[in-house]
């Protein structure tokens, strides 16, 4: 049984916790907030025993095996630096932080002090784009030649929401722009040409965003993001002899379209829907924690850090900076 600590008590935190529900070998143990109340009410509504006012409190908790950060981005380093100065394991949500040195912080305290850390980067470990990966790297569809993908949200969203307040990290890149930099990415790898453009709100966060990848390879990739319009929210993987098309939306999804050639496309269902899809992250955890591992192979180090990279040089084209 692994047993979960809940770091934060919003929206994201109540859904994971439905998903752990899902996991027989899975125990939320504790939950933490900056006030009791939050706490005890989060603890309330979800059976959870133990409810903290700080972190502090919850970090220190030696039944806790990991601890789930599902605090607004730019608590994520706070937070996951107090887990890991007392030597608990983390899942912390994407992004990491709000920029690449203080993400390699959190993975060089990590490695420093001999404990997990993995970013919840639950697309990574989802049933569905693991076999696209796999259909890939079996050349189903050939030399991949082009990655589109869009996540796009209707809005509009108060000035004082999160999604547009500067400081808790807001926009449309890091909240939405992650998931399409991190499927070409995946595909891909790290591009060797990165042009950007965006619309920034008032407050100077990116609102509506356009990111063109480029490889020596001559493979390009085409992503968008927003907070403007609803867009499908699907993605296509183009490859030199075929095509494979993740619909809305392509961040969870549990069945694709491929088309080999010139043949009729063919539906290829992975998985049922179920729950909210943070499931196999969580199993991820608990089968990285069972085998001693330090960090998941499916969400390694190495990539976070890099597609953080990504997401610097494209907040550096387009005039995005946090404090």
């Known amino acids: 049984m692994t047993r979960w600590g809940i770091l934060a008590t919003g929206g994201i935190a109540a859904r994971f916790v439905e998903d752990l529900q899902l996991l027989p070998d899975a125990e939320v143990l504790a939950v933490g907030s900056r006030s009791v109340a939050s706490a005890q009410a989060f603890a309330d509504r979800y059976g959870i025993p133990r409810a903290y006012g700080s972190w ?6 030696g039944d806790v095996d990991v601890v789930y950060v599902a605090t607004p981005h730019s608590a994520h380093h706070a937070a996951t630096m107090t887990c890991l100065a007392a030597g608990r394991a983390v899942l912390c949500e994407k992004p990491f932080t709000l920029d690449l ?16 850390l993995m970013e919840a980067m639950w697309m990574r470990c989802n049933p569905t784009v ?66 950007s453009w965006a619309k920034l709100t008032p407050e100077g966060v990116d609102q509506n965003t356009g990111v063109l990848l480029g490889y020596e390879s001559g493979a390009v ?24 098309s993740l619909p809305d939306p392509f ?60 997401l610097d040089t494209i907040r550096g084209q387009i005039g995005v900076s946090y404090d």
């Open 56 to 61: 502090d409190e919850l970090a220190a908790d």
């Open 251 to 310: 961040i969870c999804p549990s069945e694709f379209t491929l088309r080999r050639g010139t043949g009729d496309p063919e539906v290829v269902r992975v998985v049922e829907p179920a729950g909210n899809g943070y499931q196999y992250e969580a199993a991820e955890v608990h089968r990285c924690l069972a085998a001693g591992l330090r960090e998941s192979p499916l969400v390694p180090h190495a990539v976070s850090l890099e597609v953080m990279e990504l």
């Open 101 to 116: 040195a203080s993400s390699t912080e959190l993975v060089e305290t990590a490695r420093a002090r001999d404990v997990f």
């Open 221 to 244: 990739a085409a992503l968008t993001c927003g907070i403007v319009g609803a867009t499908p929210v699907t993605a296509t993987i183009t490859g030199s002899t075929g095509r494979i």
């Open 130 to 195: 693991r076999r696209v990966c796999e259909l890939i790297d079996d050349g189903a569809i050939g030399e991949v030649v082009s990655v589109h993908a869009d996540f796009g949200l209707a809005g509009p969203f108060a000035p004082e929401s999160r999604m547009r307040d500067r400081a808790l990290g807001g926009g449309a890149l890091l909240d939405l722009g992650i998931y399409p930099v991190s499927l070409a990415h995946l595909v891909l790898g790290r591009p060797d040409s990165v042009r």
